[in-house]
C-alpha cells in the first residue's frame, strides 16, 4: 500500500483518522501500532515476521538494559536480576556485551534479508573462475523498508547504551517507534533520542492537523503530477539497449530521472511527514532544495537529511570525523560513503555510487578543490550538477555493465541518433510542460513567496487584511485544486512507481 494509491487515500487513512481521533488518548498507540502494522502486512505479508522480530530482539536487549540500569543508584549497586549481588564493573559489561549482541542480530538480520543474493551471486562467480561448485540457494525476498526500520532500531541501541535515552520497557512504544506506517517504508529516520518524548506524549491542534494537511497535499502533487509523468519517460529510455543510446536521449534520460527522483522522494516525505503531524509525530526535514547546491558538501546537507544526520551521528563522529589527522578524516568520509551506498541496495551499482561521492567530497578538502569556493558561482552550481547527474546513472542503471554504456553515450560516444531511438518519441507537450514545472518547483520559490507574502498573513495592520484574506484564499483554492487534480490522477490508475521501496 503506499501514499498515492486509492486503498489508502479514500478508505485506510480516513479510517485509522477516525478510530484514532474518536479513542481514549491512553489506546491511540496501540490503534495506530495496529494501523502500523495492517499498513505494512498489506505490502509485504511474508515478511512481516521480519519486522516482528526486530522488535522483539531490540525490545529484550532494551528491557535488559532497564534491569541493569535500575541495579543501580548514583553509582552503588542494588541487586542484580537473578537476585544475588553484583558488582558494578560485571553489570557494565554485561550491558556492554548486550549492546554488541543487538547490534550484531540486527545487522545480520539486514546483511541476510538484502545482502545474502548478491554475496552470494558473487561468490558462485568466483567459484566458477576456480571450477569449483556454485552455492545453490533460493532467492531471497527482501523485505519493505528493512533499511529504515533497521536504521531505527540501531538508533534505538545506541542511544539507549549512551543513555542518550531512557531504556524502553514498553513493548508497545517501541513497536511503535520502529512500524509507525508513516516513516517504516522510507523515512524520514527518526533517531530515538528524538522520538522518546513523542512516544509517550503528543498533541494534535487544529493549527498542527491543518499544517499536516497541507504538508501531506503538497507531498502528494510532486508524487503523482510530477514524478509519475515523469517516471515514464525514465522508464523507456533506460530500457534502450545499451549500443543503441544517442547523445541526446542520454541526457534527456538522466535530466528526467534527477527530477523524477526528487519529487518522487521528497514528495513521500512531505506526505509522511504531514500524516506525522496529524498523529502528533514531528518527523525531522529531509531535504532542502539539494539542486541549489554548489558542492557535494552542500549537496549532502541538503539530500535525504536524516540519513545524512544518522550516518554522521551514529558512524562518522565515532569514527573520529574531523577531528584527526587528514589521512584518517579522508578514511572516515570514504568509509562512510562506501557503506551509504551499500545501505541503498546490494549492488555494485551502489557501490561505486558511494565511494563517487566519497571522492569528491575529499577532493573539495584537498588544496586543489578548494578552488570552487572562490570560483564563479555559476561554474559551481554547474560541477555539483554534473557530480550528481553522473551519480544517478549509477543509482539508476540495472547494472554497471549499463551506467557504463550510458555515461559512454552521455560523453557523445554512444549511438548516431539516426537508428530506431529519437527524441521525438519521448517528448511531447506534456513532459515539455511537466519538467519545467519540476524544474521551477526544484528552485526555492515557494520559500521566496512565503516570505514576501508572511508580512500580509501576519500584519496587524489594517489595510493588509484584505490581502492577507485575499492571499489566504488563493493559497486554499491552489491546494483544493492540487488536491483535486491529484485524486484524479491517482483514481484513473496512472503509472506510480516509487524509487525507494526498495530500499
Not at 537508428?419 to 515557494?446: C, K, N, R, S, W
Request: proline share 4%; hydrophobic share 50%.
Amino acid at each position: 500500500m503506499i501514499f498515492s494509491s486509492v486503498i489508502f487515500l479514500f478508505f485506510f487513512l480516513p479510517f485509522v483518522w477516525t478510530a484514532y481521533y474518536l479513542s481514549w488518548k491512553k489506546s491511540q498507540n496501540l490503534i495506530l501500532l495496529l494501523a502500523s502494522l495492517i499498513f505494512y502486512t498489506w505490502g509485504g505479508r511474508e515478511q512481516v515476521f521480519v519486522l516482528l522480530l526486530s522488535i522483539l530482539v531490540n525490545y529484550l536487549v532494551g528491557l535488559i538494559f532497564y534491569l541493569i540500569d535500575r541495579t543501580t543508584v548514583e553509582g552503588r549497586v542494588r541487586v542484580d536480576f537473578a537476585g544475588a549481588s553484583a558488582s558494578q564493573p560485571n553489570l557494565h559489561n554485561l550491558r556492554k556485551l548486550l549492546f554488541i549482541l543487538g547490534m550484531i542480530l540486527n545487522l545480520a538480520l539486514l546483511t541476510y534479508y538484502k545482502y545474502i543474493n548478491f554475496l552470494v551471486y558473487n561468490l558462485n562467480l568466483s567459484l566458477g573462475w576456480l571450477d569449483s561448485d556454485s552455492i545453490a540457494m533460493d532467492k531471497v525476498v527482501t523485505p519493505l523498508g528493512i533499511s529504515f526500520f533497521t536504521f531505527h532500531a540501531l538508533s534505538f541501541l545506541i542511544d539507549t547504551y549512551q543513555c542518550k535515552a531512557a531504556p524502553q520497557k514498553n513493548p508497545l512504544k517501541l513497536a511503535l517507534y520502529l512500524a509507525v506506517f508513516p516513516k517504516i517504508l522510507a523515512g524520514p529516520i527518526l533517531r530515538y533520542c528524538d522520538a522518546e518524548n513523542q512516544l509517550a506524549e503528543r498533541r494534535v491542534t487544529a493549527q498542527t492537523l491543518s499544517i499536516g494537511i497541507q504538508r501531506f497535499i503538497i507531498g502528494l502533487g510532486k508524487k503523482v503530477l510530477l514524478a509519475n509523468p515523469i517516471a515514464v519517460v525514465v522508464d523507456r529510455i533506460f530500457t534502450i539497449p545499451a549500443n543503441e543510446l544517442s547523445f541526446d536521449l542520454a541526457w534527456l534520460g538522466i535530466i528526467c530521472f534527477t527530477l523524477q527522483i526528487y519529487f518522487d522522494f521528497s514528495g513521500y516525505t512531505d506526505m509522511a511527514i504531514g500524516l506525522g503531524k496529524t498523529f502528533g509525530f514531528e518527523f525531522p526535514e529531509n531535504f532542502n532544495y539539494p539542486y541549489i547546491s554548489q558542492s557535494i558538501q552542500e549537496f549532502w546537507r541538503r539530500w535525504h537529511i536524516s540519513l545524512s544526520v544518522w550516518f554522521r551521528d551514529y558512524l562518522y563522529i565515532p569514527l573520529g570525523g574531523n577531528r584527526c589527522s587528514p589521512a584518517k578524516h579522508y578514511r572516515n568520509l570514504i568509509v562512510v560513503f562506501l557503506l551509504c551506498g551499500l545501505w541503498h541496495g546490494a549492488s555494485w551499482n551502489f557501490i561505486l555510487w558511494g565511494l563517487w561521492y566519497g571522492f569528491f567530497l575529499v577532493f573539495e578538502r584537498l588544496e586543489i578543490g578548494r578552488f570552487l569556493k572562490t570560483a564563479w558561482r555559476p561554474l559551481r552550481h554547474l560541477y555539483a550538477l554534473g557530480v550528481i547527474g553522473i551519480g544517478w546513472v549509477l543509482f539508476r542503471a540495472d547494472d554497471l555493465s549499463y551506467a557504463l554504456h550510458y555515461l559512454k553515450a552521455m560523453s557523445g560516444f554512444g549511438a548516431a541518433g539516426s537508428g530506431q531511438y529519437y527524441l521525438a518519441q519521448y517528448v511531447d507537450h506534456e513532459v515539455t510542460l511537466t519538467m519545467a514545472i519540476g524544474g521551477v518547483a526544484a528552485l526555492p520559490v515557494a520559500t521566496l513567496f512565503k516570505r514576501l507574502t508572511r508580512r500580509f498573513v501576519e500584519s496587524p495592520r489594517a489595510p493588509n487584511r484584505a490581502l492577507a484574506y485575499g492571499i489566504s484564499f488563493v493559497h486554499f483554492a491552489i491546494l483544493s485544486l492540487l488536491f483535486l487534480l491529484s485524486c484524479m490522477a491517482v483514481a484513473v490508475g496512472t503509472y506510480s512507481p516509487f524509487i525507494y521501496f526498495k530500499f
